[in-house]
Protein backbone atom coordinates (compact mmCIF):
# COMPACT_ATOMS: atom_id res chain seq x y z
CA UNK A 1 0.00 0.00 0.00
CA UNK A 2 1.18 3.45 -0.92
CA UNK A 3 2.16 5.78 1.88
CA UNK A 4 -0.64 8.25 0.76
CA UNK A 5 -3.13 5.14 1.16
CA UNK A 6 -1.60 4.08 4.43
CA UNK A 7 -2.29 7.97 5.47
CA UNK A 8 -5.76 8.08 4.29
CA UNK A 9 -7.25 4.16 6.33
CA UNK A 10 -5.45 5.61 9.08
CA UNK A 11 -7.86 8.82 8.60
CA UNK A 12 -10.47 7.05 7.99
CA UNK A 13 -9.93 4.06 10.63
CA UNK A 14 -9.65 6.87 13.01
CA UNK A 15 -12.75 8.61 12.34
CA UNK A 16 -14.94 5.05 12.11
CA UNK A 17 -13.51 4.39 15.81
CA UNK A 18 -14.44 8.59 16.57
CA UNK A 19 -18.13 8.31 15.40
CA UNK A 20 -18.74 4.34 16.16
CA UNK A 21 -20.22 5.55 19.28
CA UNK A 22 -24.07 4.98 19.91
CA UNK A 23 -25.65 8.23 19.47
CA UNK A 24 -22.34 10.10 18.52
CA UNK A 25 -23.48 13.13 15.93
CA UNK A 26 -27.13 13.47 15.30
CA UNK A 27 -28.45 10.99 12.89
CA UNK A 28 -32.34 9.49 11.91
CA UNK A 29 -30.53 5.59 13.03
CA UNK A 30 -30.90 6.67 16.54
CA UNK A 31 -34.73 6.94 16.05
CA UNK A 32 -34.79 3.01 16.31
CA UNK A 33 -33.87 2.61 19.13
CA UNK A 34 -37.22 3.01 20.50
CA UNK A 35 -38.75 0.08 18.51
CA UNK A 36 -39.46 -3.01 20.58
CA UNK A 37 -38.72 -5.72 18.01
CA UNK A 38 -36.46 -6.50 14.31
CA UNK A 39 -39.19 -6.83 12.81
CA UNK A 40 -40.61 -2.77 14.12
CA UNK A 41 -36.68 -1.82 13.44
CA UNK A 42 -37.19 -3.60 9.37
CA UNK A 43 -39.99 -1.97 8.85
CA UNK A 44 -39.06 1.24 10.50
CA UNK A 45 -35.75 1.81 9.09
CA UNK A 46 -37.21 1.27 5.31
CA UNK A 47 -39.84 4.09 6.33
CA UNK A 48 -37.32 6.48 7.69
CA UNK A 49 -34.30 5.53 4.79
CA UNK A 50 -36.84 6.13 1.99
CA UNK A 51 -37.57 9.74 4.01
CA UNK A 52 -33.83 10.35 4.68
CA UNK A 53 -33.33 13.56 2.53
CA UNK A 54 -33.25 17.25 3.31
CA UNK A 55 -31.45 18.40 7.43
CA UNK A 56 -31.67 15.64 10.29
CA UNK A 57 -34.61 18.20 11.72
CA UNK A 58 -36.55 17.68 9.28
CA UNK A 59 -36.14 14.09 8.86
CA UNK A 60 -36.69 13.36 12.58
CA UNK A 61 -39.47 15.51 12.71
CA UNK A 62 -40.91 13.20 9.91
CA UNK A 63 -40.30 10.45 11.67
CA UNK A 64 -42.40 11.65 14.91
CA UNK A 65 -45.41 11.84 12.71
CA UNK A 66 -44.97 8.11 11.23
CA UNK A 67 -44.43 6.67 15.28
CA UNK A 68 -47.64 9.03 15.58
CA UNK A 69 -49.63 7.31 13.41
CA UNK A 70 -48.44 4.08 13.73
CA UNK A 71 -47.32 3.56 17.22
CA UNK A 72 -44.09 1.99 17.87
CA UNK A 73 -45.42 -1.58 16.88
CA UNK A 74 -45.13 -0.09 13.62
CA UNK A 75 -44.23 -4.42 12.13
CA UNK A 76 -48.51 -4.91 12.59
CA UNK A 77 -49.76 -1.63 12.09
CA UNK A 78 -48.03 -1.64 8.27
CA UNK A 79 -48.45 -5.50 7.75
CA UNK A 80 -52.45 -4.99 8.45
CA UNK A 81 -52.67 -1.50 6.84
CA UNK A 82 -55.79 -1.26 4.58
CA UNK A 83 -56.91 2.25 3.08
CA UNK A 84 -59.48 3.50 5.35
CA UNK A 85 -60.66 6.85 3.34
CA UNK A 86 -58.71 9.04 6.69
CA UNK A 87 -55.76 9.60 4.48
CA UNK A 88 -57.22 12.35 2.99
CA UNK A 89 -57.53 13.97 6.19
CA UNK A 90 -53.93 13.52 7.32
CA UNK A 91 -51.13 15.45 6.00
CA UNK A 92 -47.92 13.76 5.26
CA UNK A 93 -46.36 15.89 2.79
CA UNK A 94 -42.71 15.73 2.92
CA UNK A 95 -40.66 18.54 0.96
CA UNK A 96 -40.81 16.83 -2.65
CA UNK A 97 -43.30 14.00 -1.50
CA UNK A 98 -47.11 14.06 -1.16
CA UNK A 99 -49.21 12.78 1.62
CA UNK A 100 -50.04 10.24 -1.60
CA UNK A 101 -46.65 8.63 -1.77
CA UNK A 102 -46.54 8.18 1.80
CA UNK A 103 -49.87 6.03 1.93
CA UNK A 104 -48.75 4.30 -1.47
CA UNK A 105 -45.34 3.09 0.32
CA UNK A 106 -47.41 2.04 3.56
CA UNK A 107 -49.62 0.03 0.76
CA UNK A 108 -46.19 -1.22 -0.88
CA UNK A 109 -44.63 -2.44 2.33
CA UNK A 110 -47.64 -3.99 3.46
CA UNK A 111 -48.01 -6.63 0.45
CA UNK A 112 -44.23 -7.09 0.94
CA UNK A 113 -44.94 -8.06 4.81
CA UNK A 114 -47.85 -9.75 4.01
CA UNK A 115 -46.28 -11.78 1.19
CA UNK A 116 -42.98 -12.50 2.86
CA UNK A 117 -42.75 -12.15 6.40
CA UNK A 118 -40.42 -9.44 6.21
CA UNK A 119 -38.26 -6.73 3.82
CA UNK A 120 -35.31 -9.18 4.45
CA UNK A 121 -37.01 -12.04 2.49
CA UNK A 122 -38.47 -10.14 -0.56
CA UNK A 123 -34.69 -8.60 -0.73
CA UNK A 124 -32.82 -12.14 -0.30
CA UNK A 125 -35.50 -13.29 -3.17
CA UNK A 126 -33.37 -11.73 -5.66
CA UNK A 127 -29.98 -11.81 -3.79
CA UNK A 128 -27.55 -13.91 -5.16
CA UNK A 129 -24.31 -14.90 -3.27
CA UNK A 130 -22.11 -14.73 -6.62
CA UNK A 131 -23.65 -11.46 -7.43
CA UNK A 132 -20.52 -8.87 -7.22
CA UNK A 133 -22.92 -6.26 -5.36
CA UNK A 134 -26.05 -5.90 -4.31
CA UNK A 135 -27.21 -3.74 -7.06
CA UNK A 136 -29.12 -6.85 -8.98
CA UNK A 137 -30.86 -7.63 -5.69
CA UNK A 138 -31.70 -4.29 -5.44
CA UNK A 139 -33.42 -3.58 -9.35
CA UNK A 140 -35.62 -7.08 -8.04
CA UNK A 141 -36.33 -5.70 -4.50
CA UNK A 142 -37.75 -1.72 -5.52
CA UNK A 143 -39.41 -3.17 -8.76
CA UNK A 144 -41.84 -5.30 -6.52
CA UNK A 145 -42.19 -1.80 -4.10
CA UNK A 146 -42.62 0.35 -7.15
CA UNK A 147 -45.60 -1.80 -8.67
CA UNK A 148 -48.39 0.48 -7.62
CA UNK A 149 -46.32 3.78 -8.16
CA UNK A 150 -47.74 4.59 -11.54
CA UNK A 151 -50.40 6.73 -10.01
CA UNK A 152 -47.52 8.93 -8.63
CA UNK A 153 -45.04 11.40 -10.40
CA UNK A 154 -42.90 11.99 -7.16
CA UNK A 155 -43.04 7.86 -5.59
CA UNK A 156 -39.63 7.23 -7.52
CA UNK A 157 -38.23 9.90 -5.38
CA UNK A 158 -38.82 7.91 -2.33
CA UNK A 159 -38.36 4.29 -4.01
CA UNK A 160 -35.46 5.10 -7.07
CA UNK A 161 -35.48 2.54 -10.18
CA UNK A 162 -32.35 1.39 -9.87
CA UNK A 163 -31.59 0.81 -13.48
CA UNK A 164 -31.93 4.73 -13.73
CA UNK A 165 -28.83 4.50 -12.38
CA UNK A 166 -28.48 7.44 -9.65
CA UNK A 167 -26.34 6.68 -6.59
CA UNK A 168 -29.71 5.25 -5.14
CA UNK A 169 -28.27 7.02 -1.45
CA UNK A 170 -31.60 6.08 0.50
CA UNK A 171 -31.42 2.33 -0.27
CA UNK A 172 -27.51 1.90 0.08
CA UNK A 173 -28.60 3.33 3.55
CA UNK A 174 -31.17 0.93 4.65
CA UNK A 175 -28.70 -2.38 3.29
CA UNK A 176 -26.46 -0.50 5.42
CA UNK A 177 -28.78 -0.32 8.66
CA UNK A 178 -30.02 -3.80 8.09
CA UNK A 179 -26.92 -5.67 6.87
CA UNK A 180 -23.67 -4.20 9.02
CA UNK A 181 -23.55 -4.60 12.79
CA UNK A 182 -21.73 -2.44 15.09
CA UNK A 183 -22.62 0.32 17.71
CA UNK A 184 -24.73 2.48 14.46
CA UNK A 185 -25.78 -0.35 12.52
CA UNK A 186 -28.19 -2.94 13.28
CA UNK A 187 -26.72 -6.51 11.63
CA UNK A 188 -30.42 -7.99 11.18
CA UNK A 189 -29.87 -9.22 7.76
CA UNK A 190 -26.42 -11.33 8.07
CA UNK A 191 -27.20 -13.45 5.65
CA UNK A 192 -26.54 -10.65 3.03
CA UNK A 193 -22.30 -10.03 2.63
CA UNK A 194 -21.27 -6.63 3.90
CA UNK A 195 -18.85 -6.71 1.34
CA UNK A 196 -21.67 -6.77 -1.00
CA UNK A 197 -22.71 -3.48 0.33
CA UNK A 198 -22.65 -0.02 -1.75
CA UNK A 199 -21.44 3.02 -0.19
CA UNK A 200 -24.78 5.44 0.14
CA UNK A 201 -22.96 8.77 -1.14
CA UNK A 202 -24.55 11.64 -0.20
CA UNK A 203 -23.30 15.40 -0.95
CA UNK A 204 -20.93 14.80 2.22
CA UNK A 205 -20.05 11.33 1.72
CA UNK A 206 -19.33 13.19 -2.07
CA UNK A 207 -17.13 16.05 -0.94
CA UNK A 208 -15.01 14.54 1.38
CA UNK A 209 -14.56 11.61 -1.28
CA UNK A 210 -13.44 13.79 -3.64
CA UNK A 211 -11.16 16.43 -1.16
CA UNK A 212 -9.77 12.90 -0.35
CA UNK A 213 -9.04 12.01 -3.74
CA UNK A 214 -10.79 8.91 -3.53
CA UNK A 215 -12.22 8.54 -6.85
CA UNK A 216 -11.75 10.12 -10.13
CA UNK A 217 -15.39 9.96 -11.32
CA UNK A 218 -17.23 13.66 -10.75
CA UNK A 219 -20.56 12.46 -11.60
CA UNK A 220 -22.65 11.44 -8.05
CA UNK A 221 -24.33 7.86 -9.37
CA UNK A 222 -24.39 4.44 -8.80
CA UNK A 223 -21.16 4.02 -10.57
CA UNK A 224 -19.42 6.59 -7.98
CA UNK A 225 -21.14 4.56 -5.46
CA UNK A 226 -19.53 1.47 -7.00
CA UNK A 227 -16.06 3.08 -7.92
CA UNK A 228 -15.96 4.95 -4.19
CA UNK A 229 -16.91 0.87 -2.30
CA UNK A 230 -13.90 -0.54 -4.45
CA UNK A 231 -11.49 1.96 -3.41
CA UNK A 232 -12.68 1.01 0.22
CA UNK A 233 -12.14 -1.99 0.13
CA UNK A 234 -8.32 -1.47 -0.04
CA UNK A 235 -8.78 -0.47 3.62
CA UNK A 236 -10.97 -2.71 4.12
CA UNK A 237 -12.17 -5.63 2.38
CA UNK A 238 -14.80 -7.36 4.12
CA UNK A 239 -16.14 -4.05 5.34
CA UNK A 240 -15.62 -0.98 3.06
CA UNK A 241 -19.24 0.85 3.96
CA UNK A 242 -18.10 0.76 7.88
CA UNK A 243 -16.60 4.48 6.69
CA UNK A 244 -19.81 5.84 5.00
CA UNK A 245 -20.75 7.21 8.53
CA UNK A 246 -18.02 8.62 9.44
CA UNK A 247 -17.11 10.45 5.93
CA UNK A 248 -21.06 11.58 6.15
CA UNK A 249 -20.88 13.18 9.53
CA UNK A 250 -17.48 14.49 8.82
CA UNK A 251 -18.91 16.46 5.41
CA UNK A 252 -21.52 17.94 7.59
CA UNK A 253 -19.83 18.94 10.73
CA UNK A 254 -16.67 20.65 8.49
Given at each position: ?78 KNYRSSGVENDLNFVYRFNTSEDFFLLL ?107 LVKRKTCDLKYAVELTEKLKEYDAKDPV ?13
Amino acid sequence: MRLKDIKTKQLLDGLYRKYNIKESSDDPVWNLGVLPTENDIETAAFLISCYSYGNVTQINNFTERIYGLTGYNIYDFVKNYRSSGVENDLNFVYRFNTSEDFFLLLKSVSRALKEYGSLKELFLDGYGKSDFNVIPALEKFTKYLREFSDSSDTFGYLVPDVSDGSACKRLNLFLRWMVRKDNVDYGLWPEVDRSKLLMPVDIHVYRQSQKLKLVKRKTCDLKYAVELTEKLKEYDAKDPVKYDFALCHLGMES
